[in-house]
C-alpha cells in the first residue's frame, strides 16, 4: 500500500532493538483516513474469505480493525491484555510474549463474543515474531471457531512471525513489508 508506505518514510522513527515507532499516525494518534484506506485494503484482500468476525488485540489493533469491520459489516472483537489474572470461566485466555515490552501477558476474550462456526480475520499493527497473532489464533480455536486469515499493518519481514503463521497454514497479507531497519532508516522489502 503506497500511502502506507510514505507515511512510514515519512514519520517512522527507528529505535533500539528493530522497533519502528509510528505514533504520528497509528500508535497513538491515529489518521483515521488512512486507517480508512487500509480497512478498504483488507476488505478487498479477504472479501472472499466470508468473515465473520474481526479479531484484534488492544490497542493499536483496533483503529484499523474496526475501520475494516465497518467495510465488512460484521463485529470487531479485540482481545484485552491483562499482566495476570485469576482464571474466570467466561473467558478464553493466552498467554502471548510482548517483543516491544519484552514481557508476557495475558491476553483475554469473552466467551460470549466468538462461537463455533465463526469466520475470524485477525488483524494486527505489527507483525514481529508472531506471538500477537498466533495467540489470537489459539483463542479463535479454543472457541472451535476458525482463522479466516490473518491482516497485518506492517510486517517486519526480518523477524520471524509470518514464517510461523504461514507452517501452521494461515494466510497472511501485510500492507507494508519492512525488510530492514538497520542505521535507522526503514528499507521496505
Ligand atoms: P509479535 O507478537 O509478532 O512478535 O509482535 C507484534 C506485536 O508487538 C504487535 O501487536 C505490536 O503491538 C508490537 N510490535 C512488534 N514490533 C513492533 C514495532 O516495531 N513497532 C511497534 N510500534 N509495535 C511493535
Known sequence: MELLKQKIKQ???VLDGGVLKVDTF?????DAELMMEIGRTFDGLFRESRVTKIMTVESSGIAPAVMTAWLMRVPMVFARKRKSLTLREDLYTERVYS???QEESEVTVSRKFLSPGDRVLIIDDFLANGEAALGMARIVQKAGAEVAGI??????????????LLEHGYRVESLARVASLDSGEVVFA
Not at 26 to 30: A, K, R
Not at 158 to 163: A, C, K
Open 11 to 13: 514519520d517512522g522513527i
Open 26 to 30: 497509528l500508535n497513538h494518534q491515529v
Open 99 to 101: 517483543y516491544t515490552k
Open 151 to 164: 491482516g497485518i499493518v506492517i510486517e517486519k519481514s526480518f523477524q520471524s512471525g509470518r514464517g510461523k
